[in-house]
C-alpha cells in the first residue's frame, strides 16, 4: 500500500497512509497497527476516531510483485459507498 486516504462528504481529506519510496519526503501514516489477514484482505486501526457514515470515497494506490515474472503491478482503486455497502454485509 502506498497511499490510503478518505474523503469526507464536507469535501475534506484524511491521509491514513502515503508512502514515499525513496524521496527525502516524509511518509504519513495515520494508523496504529496494520495487518494482512488469512484471505488476503488488509485491517488497520487508525489513529482518530472515523465516523463511517461521514466518509464518501476511500481511494488507495499500491503495488505488488507479480510471482511469475517477479515485476511490480501498480494498482489503484476507489470505493464508493454503495460498493462499502457491499463489502460490509
Same mark, same amino acid.
Given at each position: 500500500?502506498?497511499t /490510503?486516504? /478518505?474523503q469526507?462528504?464536507?469535501g ?5 497512509a502515503?508512502?514515499?519510496? $525513496?524521496?527525502?519526503?516524509?511518509s504519513?501514516? #495515520?494508523y496504529y497497527?496494520?495487518?494482512?489477514l488469512?484471505d488476503?484482505?488488509h485491517?488497520s486501526?487508525?489513529?482518530s /476516531?472515523i465516523?463511517p #457514515?461521514?466518509?464518501?470515497?476511500i481511494? /488507495?494506490? $499500491?503495488? #505488488?510483485s507479480?510471482?511469475?515474472t $517477479?515485476? #511490480?503491478?501498480?494498482h489503484a482503486m ?7 455497502e457491499?463489502?460490509?454485509?
Amino acid at each position: 500500500m502506498d497511499t /490510503l486516504e /478518505l474523503q469526507f462528504t464536507d469535501g475534506s481529506k484524511h491521509a491514513v497512509a502515503n508512502w514515499h519510496h $525513496g524521496s527525502e519526503e516524509q511518509s504519513t501514516f #495515520n494508523y496504529y497497527v496494520g495487518a494482512i489477514l488469512s484471505d488476503n484482505s488488509h485491517a488497520s486501526v487508525f489513529t482518530s /476516531l472515523i465516523d463511517p #457514515n461521514t466518509v464518501e470515497s476511500i481511494s /488507495l494506490t $499500491g503495488s #505488488n510483485s507479480d510471482e511469475e515474472t $517477479g515485476k #511490480n503491478q501498480e494498482h489503484a482503486m476507489e470505493l464508493l459507498p454503495e460498493q462499502m455497502e457491499l463489502l460490509s454485509e
